[in-house]
């Protein structure tokens, strides 16, 4: 027995040195966490790989080919049933957020839109095993080895430290896990124990990850009690400052001819920037610091917009009052999922219908536009939910 698997272990090594490149260089990372005080057990189990996953590294090479259009973006992030779902789970740990919020001075429809985003309030947590995902990309992929490596080791800690067991470790495959979605390296060191169980477990209890991104919040700089975003209205071919980092005070930005979205002028004086993402034809947003502390989360504002207009919608303030600059809107999730339906219908092979539009669904569209006689953009938006027959 003892020589047959030292020999199937020989002939992998002979047929392939890239297996037993990366085989050595997992040795070597249990090696480097049992130094850093991981027990065996706990890495014998956690790196019980032989081969990179290759799912998690083509997945770390893809390009976004597709550009998604703000609208889009912001059309299923905030539809309808993420603001109806939002409510109600916010009435459910209504405690929990309040807790959060008078403890660490964040707004709690801030903390549960952070929630909603990230992973439709704790339904979508990814399905990577992390110490599987995190040694490939370390061992087999060649770019931020060292950033992979450190957040491998941060994983393990968690472990071993006891505020999680290992099955818990599943999220997306570069290494954010739990109900709002933290990087090991960040659960390591700015996760509460907000049940006050003892355990920092942000996989299975809602408490411990709202205090815990309510935590993260105050430490990027929120500040108590402030804005962090509203809708304004832009004069008719404004060209004058943008941009998050510009900030100026509201009265400045009054000066400018910039009104709240209803018309009614801008007071006090805190300062904003301008954010116009669609240009000066569409909807404009003054952004507070409390916007960078959100931004910061994801770094993207794009991100940040859909945080804090979820938020807003969440609080009972209306949809956004200026119409984005297009003809073809984006589609709500529903719509989306009805989308593909229409499409499966149509005799398009696209797979089963997830509501997640991929390169296959964007195929389709394209072709399907093509035979509607339409432009082929491949992009799923309500001129060809219309004309497929969706309402
Ligand atoms: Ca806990």
Redesign the pocket.
Known sequence: MRSTLLGAALAVTLASPAAASFQSCVAGLKQEAAQQGVSRAILDRALDISAPDEKVLRLSTVQPEFKTPIWDYLAFLVDEERVTQGRAMMRRYDSILRAAERQFGVDRFVIAAVWGVETDFGQEAGSSFLPHALATLTCASNRRTSFWKGELMAALKLVQRG?LSLDKLYGSWAGAFGQTQFIPSTYQRLA??????????LVS?V??ALGSTANYLKRAGWRQGESWMFEVRVPAGYNGSTGRRNKAPLSTWAQRGITRADGSPLSGGAQAGLLLPAGPNGPGFLVFRNFDAIYSYNQAESYALAISHLADRMAGYPPLRTPWPTDDPGLSRAQRLQLQKLLIAQGYDIGEADGKIGPATREAIAAAEQRLGMPPTGRAGNRIYRALGGR
Request: cysteine-free; aromatic content about 8%; hydrophobic content about 20%.
């Open positions: 505020d509460v124990d907000f049940d006050g169980d003892g355990r920092r477990d209890s408490a411990d």
